[in-house]
């Protein structure tokens, strides 16, 4: 079957560095996205990648290693806005998006 | 542009009841997508369509109905509803399906089934 795991819940503190890690196992691999999806709201586009490697856009990164089946989110110098959920999510061989539960990230002052 | 709108936002069924819930683009997308999202699960596609007029099943099609009759908007339907339908629903649009396409969300429906 096609399964994605994140962990459920993360903390972190205002101002550090936090990394989300997803590991994925699915029939195909087309690509992975991370989205933020806060607390009552819609699921909002962050990050695409494709390729081996790291891709960086301002205090958000995404870094994907397709041999291992693994993806972390990098988060730097955390705001307390950024607390919300970040969902992994994988395009199969179908071109259908496989989602992670999510990571519940808590940032404390 | 509104991007991606739903209605309603929120609705109590009792079991039994039918509803349908619209969701409405104007980004001109020809891919659009209903999800329901349960605690502790990922977001569960329901029914897609790649383009008006067309409907395919996703990995959750039992229980609910959908149609595509004009581009911008698709209608998702319970013709029963049981508690276990108990959910918030999403409805997503995308250009043309692409592997590397961003999903553009509604803001939600939330639905409880007594």
């Known amino acids: 079957g096609q399964n994605i795991d994140q962990p459920t819940e993360m903390t972190a503190t205002e101002g550090a560095i936090v990394q989300i890690n997803c590991t994925y196992q699915t029939s195909g691999f087309n690509g992975l996205f991370w989205y933020q999806q806060h607390a009552g709201e819609a699921p909002t586009f962050l990050s695409y990648?494709?390729l081996d490697g790291l891709e960086e856009k301002g205090r958000f990164s995404s870094f994907l290693s397709r041999s291992k089946g693994y993806s972390y989110l990098l988060l730097k110098e955390l705001q307390m806005k950024d607390s919300a959920s970040y969902l992994c999510?994988?395009?199969?061989?179908?071109?259908?998006?496989?989602w992670g539960a999510g990571t519940k990230l808590i940032i404390k002052p | 542009n509104a991007g991606v709108t739903q209605t309603p936002k929120f609705r109590v069924l009792k079991t039994g009841q039918s509803m349908t819930l619209l969701c409405a683009q104007d980004?001109?997308?020809?891919?659009m997508y209903w999800y329901r999202q349960d605690p502790g699960m990922g977001l569960r596609l329901i029914h897609y369509?790649?383009?008006?007029?067309?409907?395919a099943k996703g990995e959750v099609p039992d229980g609910y109905n959908v149609s595509r009759l004009k581009k911008q908007n698709f209608l998702l339907g319970l013709e029963s509803a049981a508690p276990s339908q108990t959910s918030v629903y999403f409805c997503?649009?995308?250009?043309?399906?692409?592997?590397?396409?961003?999903?553009?969300f509604g803001p939600g429906t939330r639905l409880l089934v007594l």
């Open positions: 999510a994988v395009t199969d061989s179908n071109y259908q998006l496989i």
């Open positions: 980004m001109n997308h020809e891919y």
């Open positions: 369509s790649v383009g008006e007029g067309t409907t």
């Open positions: 997503a649009s995308s250009p043309s399906g692409g592997a590397s396409e961003t999903q553009y």
């Open positions: 990648n494709v």
